[in-house]
């Protein structure tokens, strides 16, 4: 999983970055074009590893529901695989309530890290560890491959017996953007044509590639971060900027100043294709990649946030540096979540929208092929669940599972049957029936659209189908009322 990362970041998904681990697995499996996660890190993490709504479990608010802790009958993926024999593994960004190994982990390596160049918060077998100086070669990308790399040779030399699963969280591209100079420096220039250009270039390659339905949305000029942080402008000087304005209407200044923004996220996509890249060669090491399912995806789309936290922001240190705290910025985000409307934390396609690769030589013969059939997060746990011969508890006080098994896909581009999906975070709301979606921002109207016609959301039918909005909203408020009742659901022993 990365994290932050936008629907066209990857070579294989239109993006100009060089992702040639991720694009190689592309090539020779399944690529969905319309995958979703929660549109937020905490929210899509617990419905990853649960099968549920994170609203179901206590991992996202509702009315008279705060966030908190899961209920007792919300178990972790790997407390459901120790019936099939199977080892859990770690590695990366945890953002879950509770602790890695006490909610089913074998071993973990958990990273809680606002910066790429030291480790300030890190647990180790869910004991703390030390926190580290920065230091000229380490970065946090790197440390979290070889956890994954040392944890895989572990497995084959003790656990060779056992199936194994594993839950690699990397925390790029997510803020601060920091990369190692050297990748910088392959990209600075690049990013100096600006974001219109590089948004143009993506969607072409878009529809070369086939992932393109229906026209580039406009970009929304006038829409900026979702929480505005007015002292971070001033930290971070007149070369940053709040809104997705044309490109050519910035100042010299500011131009520099973002496309090197933009150099150091593309730095950090790279190396974590490459650190994957060392994770998969250890799979073939042990002649386990063949018959090893890998599934990539991304917890939200691009962030348009700004704003300065950890270790603060030096202007006179060099972009992307330690000493350095900059977010991409709506202007960018726009470009990266190609060719979709809105960021992070919205629930408009771009950004609740997500990559989904899929690679499983001895599983799947398909090589190279889209899947067009919907899908969320709340459908891994079922598919693995599957595959694995393992199932969800079954008692009458837990809430039936919401996500559909994604293996009939695997064989070939088919519907998936299922009555909706479902979206609600900081006021964002949405619901999808069928090609039908209902979605508003924060304190906005409904808007209406037929996803099979309008895949970018540019045409709102609001007014021309008054009755199926009723219809949806219906459901949205029905679902919201279910989910509530969920949550709050007594304790009960595991």
């Not at 520099?256 to 294709?273: E, G, L, N, R, Y």
């Not at 929208?353 to 079922?382: F, M, N, S």
């Not at 659209?449 to 540019?458: N, P, S």
Request: hydrophobic share 35%; with cysteine.
């Amino acid at each position: 999983m990365a994290d932050d990362l936008g629907y066209s970041d990857l070579g294989c998904y239109g993006g100009e970055i060089e992702t040639p681990h991720l694009d190689e697995l592309a090539k020779n499996g399944l690529r969905f074009t319309q995958f979703y996660n929660t549109a937020r890190c905490w929210p899509t993490r617990a419905t990853l590893l649960t099968g549920y709504y994170a609203q179901q479990v206590r991992r996202d608010s509702l009315p008279g529901v705060k966030r908190g802790n899961r209920p007792s009958w919300a178990r972790l993926l790997p407390e459901l695989l120790k019936s099939a024999g199977y080892r859990s593994y770690h590695s990366g960004k945890w953002h879950i309530d509770g602790l890695p190994l006490a909610t089913g982990f074998d071993r973990s390596y958990y990273v809680n890290n606002h910066g790429f160049f030291r480790l300030k918060s890190h647990y180790l077998d869910d004991k703390k560890q030390p926190a580290t100086p920065i230091r000229p070669k380490f970065y946090v990308t790197d440390a979290i491959a070889d956890h994954a790399v040392t944890t895989l040779k572990e497995h084959a030399e003790i656990h060779a017996d056992k199936p194994s699963f594993h839950y690699l969280a990397f925390t790029a591209p997510h803020f601060p953007l920091h990369a190692l100079p050297k990748d910088i420096e392959r990209y600075r220039e690049h990013y100096k044509q600006g974001w219109d250009k590089i948004r143009s270039a993506r969607w072409k390659k878009q529809k070369e590639l086939g992932l393109a339905k229906g026209n580039l949305s406009p970009v929304e000029r006038d829409v900026g971060p979702h929480h505005h942080f007015p002292d971070a402008y001033k930290i971070l000087g007149s070369g940053e900027v709040r809104y997705p304005v044309p490109w050519n209407t910035l100042t010299q200044e500011q131009q520099a100043f973002q496309a090197d923004k933009m150099a150091v996220h593309a730095a950090m996509i790279d190396s974590m294709d490459r650190a994957i890249g060392r994770v998969l060669d250890q799979l073939r090491k042990m002649k386990a990649f063949d018959d090893t399912l890998v599934l990539f995806l991304s917890d939200n789309g691009a962030s348009a946030e700004v704003m300065v936290r950890g270790d603060g922001h030096d202007p006179k240190a060099p972009l992307g540096s330690a000493y350095t705290y900059l977010c991409l910025g709506a202007g960018w985000s726009t470009a990266c979540n190609t060719p979709f409307r809105m960021h992070k934390t919205w629930v408009h396609e771009g950004g609740a929208c997500t990559p989904l690769v899929v690679h499983w030589p001895k599983g799947i013969k398909a090589r190279g092929e889209l899947r067009q059939t919907p899908g969320h997060a709340i459908d891994v746990v079922p598919t693995i669940l599957e595959l694995a011969k393992a199932k969800m508890a079954k008692d009458k006080s837990v809430p039936p599972a919401p996500g559909k098994t994604l293996v009939p896909a695997f064989a070939e581009d088919r519907s998936i049957d299922r009555n909706y999906l479902w979206w609600s975070h900081d006021g964002n709301r949405a619901i999808r029936v069928q090609d039908w979606k209902l979605v508003s921002a924060n304190g906005k109207n409904w808007e209406l659209f037929d996803l099979a016609k309008d895949r970018t959301e540019t045409e709102n039918l609001f007014a021309k189908h008054p009755e199926k909005v009723k219809e949806l909203e219906k459901l949205w408020l029905a679902k919201q009322d279910e989910f509530i009742e969920d949550a709050t659901k007594s304790q009960k022993k595991k």
